[in-house]
């Protein structure tokens, strides 16, 4: 390469010096008096790995993808949304009040017959399906039976608020027949799901289907009610379905002594002026 001029160097000094650079490093010296002036021109590239002034941004490396705006969102770790409030016997409510399972019990229905009473009872009154009154307002034991059923439950110091009423299907069986196993089966997750969020202690079951539906077994009424039974983590007391009972009223002693059962496994007292159901 041709050597600078010493008037050309001169002019390159002092531009460095409006530069603001006022003494150069010793490496250059030293490469200064290896190499022709020149060399040290073409060294300058080298400057690239000074740190950028303030300000400044640095250049893009070839083929290096640009730099990117850190957005806030983009920085965090995926967290999936958070989960909706825990279902509650509304959500479930709504979820009878779609099924479809048992295509004779839909076509025949009026509504779905969901349950009543305190979500948060101790005593869960257990049926068997709902009849047609029943499948007419939409609620558990509302007929004949429903207003022997209250009179139990004030003769033990009770009311239907205080408790939870519901029935093994949700769907009144055609001409009021008994469900089918098959229809219990349908309903029966259900019906787990509903006792889950009401979470009772104890379960009174009401005929001779809610009993052996709800315990899995085929023993007769006669010899399931008198007994305090132990299912699932609760306390069972089985005993007549009230429309039974409107049918025999000689069964109705032995229907108060299965409450009388009940209510002393409950710790709750009868109050003095209970006394046998009337007719």
């Not at 490469?31 to 303030?54: D, F, G, R, W």
């Not at 995926?78 to 509304?90: D, G, K, N, Q």
């Not at 009174?204 to 077994?217: D, F, K, M, P």
């Not at 085929?218 to 007549?240: A, D, F, M, N, S």
């Amino acid at each position: 390469m041709v050597p600078l001029s010493p008037g050309t160097v001169l002019q390159r000094l002092e531009s460095l010096q409006r530069a603001g650079v006022s003494i150069l490093p010793r490496a250059t010296a030293r490469l200064s008096q290896e190499s022709p002036p020149s060399a040290s021109v073409s060294a300058a590239p080298a400057i690239s790995h000074v740190q950028q002034p303030p300000g400044e941004a640095s250049p893009t490396r070839p083929g290096s993808p640009p730099a990117q705006t850190r957005e806030p969102s983009a920085l965090r770790t995926a967290v999936p949304p958070e989960p909706s409030s825990a279902p509650t016997l509304e959500v479930l409510r709504q979820e009878v009040a779609g099924c479809t399972a048992c295509n004779e019990l839909v076509s025949s229905r009026t509504q779905t017959v969901f349950g009543v009473g305190n979500p948060r009872a101790r005593l869960c009154l257990m049926g068997e399906a709902p009849g047609a009154d029943e499948d007419r307002l939409g609620e558990p034991f509302v007929g004949r039976a429903g207003q022997l059923l209250n009179k139990m439950l004030e003769a033990c110091g009770l009311s239907r608020d205080e408790v939870y009423i519901l029935n093994v299907l949700k769907c009144r069986p055609p001409d009021n027949r008994n469900p089918t196993p098959d229809e219990a089966r349908a309903c029966a997750g259900f019906l787990g799901r509903q006792l889950d969020l009401i979470a009772p202690e104890f379960i009174g079951c009401l005929g001779a289907v809610a009993a052996q539906s709800y315990l899995a077994t085929t023993t007769p009424i006669g010899r399931l009610r008198g007994t305090v039974h132990e299912h699932q983590g609760r306390k069972v007391v089985c005993t007549y379905h009230p429309a039974y009972l409107l049918r025999n009223p000689s069964a109705k002693r032995q229907a108060w002594e299965d409450l009388q059962l009940l209510m002393n496994a409950m710790g709750v007292a009868i109050p003095p002026s209970g006394n046998q159901p009337a007719r």
